[in-house]
């Protein structure tokens, strides 16, 4: 089997037939998965104008809620689309859509809100008029084991993640085309995903996840001015923080990421996913995680475990 039929994504979630099936959260009501439609004249679909987010399912609860609700709703805030829903609102939706589905633990949640139909196919926000388009998909979705025994294969591209007054990213928004571009981009150059640097060149992000390196027993991430907030990112900052793990936001090159240890991605979906090469060039000398990779891992299901259980309780 050659490298390139290997290749795979750090959303590859392991094949659930129940997701055929599934009955998803539509403007206020819960319908079958095929009869779940939306308006070619949306917003959405027609301009990316929306804003989404991913949370993920775990002993009944969702985790780090509060934290992925503060950047949904200033995200739309930001952009002036109303939700139409308070927070417990959302949380209540979701919970609902979770319960029609059977699903209890191991799900992701992807929950998205468009600027809803327009009244001409136009660009200006104006034009939608009748209020948002409010979607909750929740399916079975664990990540398929690949992603940590072999990691992912990295490519850097051209294609940058800009300044904030062109589009911030920490818009978790629909218009993902920047992303998408670098995504091409690394398949085409034969790897699994991109590699982006910031404006100045120095190391970012990927098309999908947040990116961190591991040199001297130190764990380095970007600054954090052109990458999305990430909640996960954040969760593995602080418990760098409180386990005496040197952690530092800074800007680094390509020099220091490929001379690294280790390397891996933070995000709602995979956790932690280890790294195995950057442009061809392998990381670190392990196979799939690295030491300090496995052991954010643990302190990472640890902290999940502890707050799902506590909000379940």
């Known amino acids: 089997m050659s490298e390139q039929t290997l290749s795979h994504s750090t959303h590859d979630a392991q094949e659930d037939a129940r997701n055929r099936d599934i009955k998803i959260f539509l403007n206020g009501k819960i319908v079958p998965r095929s009869e779940a439609m939306v308006s070619v004249y949306d917003s959405g679909f027609m301009l990316g104008d929306g804003m989404w987010e991913g949370l993920r399912l775990y002993n009944g609860t969702w985790a ?6 503060d950047r949904f709703f200033n995200s739309c805030k ?37 600027r809803g139909p327009k009244d001409k196919p136009f660009q200006h926000p104006g034009l939608s008029r009748s209020g948002p388009t409010v979607v909750a998909i929740v399916e079975h979705s664990k990540p398929v084991d690949s992603l940590t025994s072999r990691g992912i294969r990295l490519a ?20 993902k085309l920047n992303c998408v571009i670098a995504c091409l981009q690394a398949e085409q150059a034969g790897a699994d995903e991109a590699l982006m640097l910031d404006p100045h060149g120095f190391v970012n992000t990927t098309n999908a996840c947040n990116f ?6 130190e764990v380095w991430t ?20 409180a386990n005496d793990i040197p952690v ?35 990381i670190g000398e392990h196979d799939g995680a690295g030491p300090m990779t496995r052991r954010l891992r643990e302190l990472y299901k640890e902290l999940v475990q502890r707050s799902t259980l506590k909000v379940a309780s």
């Not at 961190?212 to 027993?217: D, L, P, Q, T």
């Not at 600054?223 to 990430?230: I, P």
């Open 248 to 282: 530092f936001e800074k800007n680094y090159s390509l020099y220091e990421a490929y001379g690294a240890d280790e390397a891996f991605l933070t995000g709602t979906f995979g956790a932690q996913t280890p790294v195995a090469s950057i442009d061809g060039k392998k």
């Open 78 to 114: 930001a952009v002036s689309i109303d939700v139409g829903m308070t927070k417990d609102e959302v949380l209540q939706a979701l919970n609902d859509t979770a319960k029609a589905n059977g699903i209890t633990t191991d799900a992701h949640c992807r929950f998205m809100v468009t």
């Open 64 to 69: 780090f809620f509060d934290e992925h609700m």
């Open 156 to 175: 850097t591209v051209p294609q940058v993640r800009g300044l904030p007054m062109s589009q911030d990213a920490k818009y978790n928004s629909h218009s």
């Open 212 to 217: 961190f390196i591991v040199r001297r027993g």
């Open 222 to 241: 970007s600054t954090g001015d052109y990458c999305m907030n990430g909640v996960t990112r954040q969760k593995v900052i602080d418990l760098c923080r």
